[in-house]
């Protein structure tokens, strides 16, 4: 006679819950947050005006940041900046495609037929924008993310989508968005031209130990902790371990409140800092 299994099921008591445990109103550290509740990361704010004032002058600019540094923040505080009755904004991240793949993806991101060769597509999205600027006055932004998987022979090809009328009229923007592997492309010697197009490149930086205290603190206080949560030997394993890296840091301090939750624990101190680096890959 067949065995038959127990069925398993997953008791979700045994999951730790620091919203409970520490009478949050949220679960802190997490990357569902507003715009306008983000931390005021210092030097943000001018990076931000940075890029309003190079779209706003019609020009392109690039973003280098390693990985977890804030560029999404900043993205979105640009985002929110753009009026909609002046900007079309297209955000999309690639990878390593073909030119036609690329110009698909961008012209389904601006609601325009993706169909055609790249060199049509390209040829759909420069009318796009065009009728854009002429009918309702408005231009095209495009962020593209992770700009640092795009094939050379794809990049480079940006140069043709922004040339208007032999360059006398700029109609659209582009924002590359990527890590140090991006600086490393655009200065490739075939990347001259492109390089050329780009007013300015905008460099986002990691945190300092103070901000990262600081950091923390506006994140809790945003959930309601009614006290200091992570003493001053915690905060300092994070800042050791993460070395100011924003995406670093929320994943350290979830899994240590987690911890923290499971032991019933009211304070974080260093080893249990060390004991959530140990969980995370």
Not at 33 to 53: C, F, H, N, Y
């Amino acid at each position: 006679m067949a065995s038959i299994s127990p069925q398993t099921t997953t008791d979700t008591s045994l999951i730790p819950d620091p919203r409970a445990h520490f009478s949050f109103t949220a679960l802190p550290f997490t990357q569902e947050i507003p715009a306008t509740k983000m931390w005021r990361q210092p030097g943000l704010d001018e990076l931000v005006d940075d890029l309003e004032a190079s779209v706003s002058a019609r020009m392109s600019v690039a973003v280098i940041a390693p990985s977890g540094t804030g560029k999404t923040t900043l993205l979105r505080r640009l985002v929110e900046r753009l009026p909609d009755t002046r900007y079309q904004v297209a955000d999309i991240k690639v990878t390593s495609v073909s030119n036609r793949d690329f110009y698909r993806g961008l012209a389904r991101a601006l609601a325009v037929e993706p169909t055609g060769t790249w060199p049509a597509l390209l040829e759909k999205l420069q009318a796009h924008a065009q009728s854009l600027a002429a009918t309702e006055a408005r231009r095209l932004v495009v962020i593209i993310d992770e700009a640092q998987d795009m094939r050379p022979e794809v990049l480079s090809t940006l140069r043709v989508l922004t040339n208007f009328n032999l360059d006398s009229e700029l109609l659209i923007s582009i924002i590359l968005v990527g890590d140090g592997g991006l600086d490393t492309l655009l200065h490739r010697p075939d990347m001259e031209a492109l390089r050329s197009r780009l007013s300015r490149v905008i460099r986002v930086r990691l945190l300092s130990r103070t901000e990262t205290k600081a950091y923390i603190d506006h994140r809790l206080d945003l959930v309601g902790a009614r006290q200091q949560i992570l003493d001053d030997s915690a905060v300092e394993a994070v800042y050791d371990f993460s070395r100011g890296n924003l995406r670093a840091i929320d994943h350290l301090c979830r899994t240590a409140l987690e911890i923290a939750a499971r032991q019933k624990l009211e304070t974080i101190d260093a080893g249990l800092v060390t004991a959530a680096r140990k969980r995370l890959p």
